[in-house]
Each structure stands twice: as C-alpha cells, then as structure tokens.
C-alpha cells in the first residue's frame, strides 16, 4: 500500500490567495483526520470525516477554513483567504477504526507558507 | 480541554546513554499512544497503552501507562543514531463514541554518535 498521500508537499503563496491541500487516505480506511502542527501549539486536529461526512470539526480555527470528503479515497482542506498566521504543516492521517487502540496512519505532510 | 504536557522539550544525549520522556496531564485518558516523528515526514505509531499501570516494551524502547492513566514515559536504553526524532504522547478521548486523540507537543531527540 502507498500509505496516505498528501499534495502538494510544499506550498508557498500570498496572503489573501486560495490555498487547497488534498489528500488520499488508505483505501479501506472509514476515518480521515486532518491535523496542523506548529511550534507553538503543536500538532491539532482540526476535523475529522466518518465514511465520507465530517464529525467533529471543532479544531477548525475560522470561517477562512473548510474540508470536504466527496467520496472515500479524496479529502481537500481549504483557506481562504489565507494568512500568514496559517503557515505551518498540515497533516492528514486515516484509520481503519475508532477507539482506544486505534492507529492512524499519517501522510507525509504539506509545508505552507503565506507571506 | 484536555492538555498534555511533555517533558523535556529537548533532549541531546551521546550514543549509548538512557533516557526518559514525560507525559503528564490532569485529565484521565481511555489511551495513550507514543509516536516517532522524523524530519519532513508524519509521526509513525510505536505503541500504544490502555490499562493503567500497563508496560510494554519495544526492544529497547520502554513505555508505562500511569496508575491513574493520566502519565505516562518513555524509556529509552542505550540510544542509537537511529532515535533521533520527535517523540510525540497523544491520549485518547474519554470514551463513548469520541476517541480524537489530544497531542503533547514532544520531545525533540537527538543522540549524537
């Protein structure tokens, strides 16, 4: 298997501009997590889909944010407009399951920068 | 808001040398996972734990749950090179049908050859 495959890996764009990530989790996997990871606050969830419909999107930071799952093997994460202040590494991670021994399975990231 | 805090942030340490990682909180979690993260890539699963006061060991990586599952630590004997990474805690929700998990924001490993 290819594990969860993010894009772009890097992104560089202007404050204001439209920035889309995507992602494509495992096949098989029913759960897709989206995370952003700075130094500061670390690594947060932002939402989570179950079998393609969003759960809990409570770590979405603003209005600027959305994510859609249009069917089970692609995910988007949107900003716009974006900020500088959105600058860091976002993650997508897939599991099999919920629960207490479940694993997630991360993607290799996407690095963005608004300047 | 459930936080989990690690200790400590960074960590240099020789070849051969052991070491400890804390992960403390004051909320009681159903679980505790431990994960590796290396340079340019996402955090990898080592283990995870469930039962308070619960060990497990991973060759020469040793994890404990904490009694009242709010701590846990990692133990590392003898570090290679190779352990070189971001050890990140992440507790598990409180049960029912919400099992996100909560990260700490790690500790940064590097052991020099």
């Known amino acids: 298997d290819a594990g969860v495959i993010q894009s772009p890996r890097h992104e560089v764009t202007e404050m204001g501009q439209e920035v889309t990530l995507r992602c494509k989790p495992i096949s098989g996997h029913d759960y897709l997590f989206w995370y952003r990871q700075t130094m500061m606050r670390g690594l947060e969830l932002l939402i989570y889909?179950?079998?393609?419909?969003?759960?809990?999107d409570s770590g979405m930071p603003e209005d600027r944010f959305s994510a859609k799952m249009p069917n089970a093997s692609f995910s988007t994460l949107k900003i716009q407009p974006s900020e500088p202040r959105d600058s860091a590494v976002y993650f997508c991670a897939s599991s099999p399951l919920m629960g207490p021994a479940a694993k997630q399975y991360f993607g290799p990231g996407t690095r963005l920068t608004v300047t | 808001t459930q936080l989990l805090e690690q200790s400590p942030q960074f960590l240099s340490i020789q070849e051969g040398e052991n070491l400890t990682v804390y992960c403390n909180s004051s909320?009681?979690?159903?679980?505790l996972q431990w994960y590796r993260q290396e340079p340019g890539e996402g955090p990898v699963l080592l283990v995870t734990?469930?039962?308070?006061?619960e060990v497990k060991k991973l060759k020469r990586l040793t994890f404990q749950f904490g009694d009242a599952r709010k701590d846990s630590s990692l133990h590392i004997t003898a570090a290679q090179p190779g352990d070189t990474g971001l050890y990140l805690c992440?507790?598990?929700?409180?049960?029912?049908?919400?099992?996100?998990?909560?990260f700490g924001k790690g500790t940064l490993l590097t052991v020099n050859p």
């Open positions: 909320s009681v979690f159903s679980s």
């Open positions: 889909f179950n079998n393609n419909v969003p759960i809990d």
């Open positions: 734990v469930v039962t308070g006061g």
């Open positions: 992440a507790g598990g929700g409180s049960g029912g049908s919400n099992y996100k998990l909560t």
